[in-house]
């Protein structure tokens, strides 16, 4: 059979109605996103309860949804976290954190302790298959180069991946860049990438879709060209080698400040 699967980081800016759009059009099979917001306030505008529009608008019978923190500083305090969409019946869902836990975040800036995680769901296709999703949401930082934290929870996914003849698929916003740059705003020559070492420990497991396709995986329009992360490839999938590519797009609607991609495999 064949799984129409998209990732993207939804964010929680003013694209919300373009976005339910694009979703809606694309009718993917299972859905990883980033940055859903959940609120208790009920006349918050429905882009703060993002996980409940989500819900009512685009009708997936089945989901999974990891709270990374409760954002106190947003005009309605809401939580922030992961989500996965299914038409599949989801048999079991993980919460895995990297470096740091749930808190009440009340600070504006200092993202770096933003905790973040990872989202596992074991999905029971038609066929009795068991398909593995990975949704992560990346340790942030000022630039997407290797650090201890970011190679720490490199290290965290790979130990909580399964064993290597089990369907997978790993994708979200890792807040790491695919190569490195060689300097702030450059853009890498893809003829000759340099490979961040985190990305490199990835790509010795797991087939990278998009590899050295792209020089960014921004929406531009809402990123500011004089930063590293303004050419940042840092929105990655990658799939188990035993699933078959059919189909990629790494589409360049604007329906968030991060682009959306979308894969077709066969299982």
Not at 14 to 33: G, H, M, R, T, Y
Not at 85 to 103: G, H, N, T, Y
Request: aromatic content about 10%; some cysteine.
């Amino acid at each position: 059979m064949n799984i129409k699967y998209l990732n993207l980081n939804i964010w929680m800016g003013n694209l919300l109605k373009p976005a339910l759009e694009f979703l809606k059009e694309q009718d993917a099979d299972i859905v990883s996103l980033q940055e859903v917001l959940d609120t208790e306030y009920l006349n918050a505008p429905a882009r703060f309860r993002l996980k409940e529009t989500l819900l009512k608008e685009l009708g997936y019978k089945y989901y999974a949804y990891f709270p990374l923190v409760k954002e106190m500083t947003l005009e309605y305090p809401a939580f922030f976290g992961n989500m996965v969409l299914s038409k599949f019946p989801i048999q079991a869902s993980k919460e895995i954190w990297f470096d740091r836990s749930f808190v009440e975040w009340n600070k504006n800036g200092g993202y770096e302790e933003f905790p973040r995680g990872m989202l596992q769901v074991s999905i029971q296709l038609p066929s009795n298959k068991i398909l593995q999703i990975f949704n992560v949401h990346g340790i942030w930082g000022t630039h997407g180069r290797d650090t201890e934290r970011r190679l720490e929870m490199v290290r965290t996914i790979l130990n909580n991946l399964p064993p290597e003849n089990e369907l997978t698929v790993l994708s979200g916003d890792f807040n790491l860049n695919e190569n490195i740059y060689p300097e702030v705003g450059g853009k890498p020559d893809l003829k000759k990438p340099q490979r961040t070492k985190s990305v490199a420990l990835l790509e010795e497991r797991l087939v990278n879709v998009f590899r050295d396709e792209r020089v960014t995986s921004f929406n531009m329009n809402y990123k500011d060209k004089a930063t590293t992360y303004a050419c940042a490839v840092v929105d990655l999938v990658f799939i188990s080698p035993d699933l078959k590519l059919l189909l990629k797009n790494h589409s360049q609607k604007e329906v968030s400040d991060h682009t959306p991609q979308v894969v077709e495999i066969e299982i």
